[in-house]
């Protein structure tokens, strides 16, 4: 089954030129809106797989489309298109679990692959929006250790000995060597002893918030 989608904008040619272009890839376009408070209602009436929306509309910006989303848990993911540039959007779209942020500008240029990112249940960020913002975003393999391997990982950045973690975390030694294990383990790191200290300090910058 072609995927779903409903899409909102207040500029009706934005609004055509985006149906068309999705209709023509052959995307199961189930309704459009112009405004926010249309878009939500469609979106609770009709639960598409995926809601592209503008960021500035009447009644109900994007983003407050998105966040009655994600109160409501609706499965719906969404797509912000905006010309904003903004860190502040940004860190609110992350915060509201949006799956897609996609400058104007490139919009029919990106957006194919945006969904294709989204249905494997990907983020996808303008390649643009994050290179003007500097961001410099989380390595993926973080997000599949544990909080307690994190923390074992971030005071090893710090060069803490095994036994000095075991103290701070408040276990034994020889389970921080457990969690170091498990650590190369999932990250595919070599069996080196020193592999993980190296690992470590290369993500300091990302792992800070763990201490």
Not at 65 to 78: D, H, M, R, S
Not at 143 to 166: D, S, Y
């Amino acid at each position: 089954m072609p995927t779903s989608i409903i899409i909102a904008d207040d500029h009706p040619l934005i609004l055509k030129g985006l149906k068309d272009f999705l209709i023509e890839k052959e995307y199961n376009v189930i309704a459009s809106a112009k405004n926010g408070k249309e878009a939500f209602t469609l979106i609770k009436a009709h639960q598409p797989e995926i809601a592209i929306l503008d960021i500035q509309m009447p009644f109900l910006t994007g983003l407050q489309v998105a966040k009655k989303c994600k109160e409501e848990n609706l499965g719906t993911k969404i797509i912000i298109i905006t010309f904003e540039k903004s860190e502040e959007i940004y860190k609110e779209a992350k915060s509201l679990d949006v799956y897609g942020y996609i400058l104007k500008e490139f919009a029919i240029e990106e957006v194919e692959h945006c969904i294709d990112n989204v249905l494997q249940k990907k983020s996808y960020f303008s390649p643009e929006l994050i290179e003007y913002l500097e961001i410099k975003q989380i390595p993926k393999e973080l997000e599949i250790l544990t909080e307690t391997e994190l923390r074992v990982l971030q005071l090893t950045a710090k060069n803490k000995t095994a036994k000095e973690i075991a103290d701070i975390i408040g276990c034994s030694p020889r389970t921080i060597e457990k969690h170091k294990s498990h650590i190369r383990s999932k990250l595919k790191l070599s069996s080196n002893a020193n592999s993980i200290a190296i690992y470590a300090k290369e993500q300091e910058e990302f792992l800070s918030k763990y201490t």
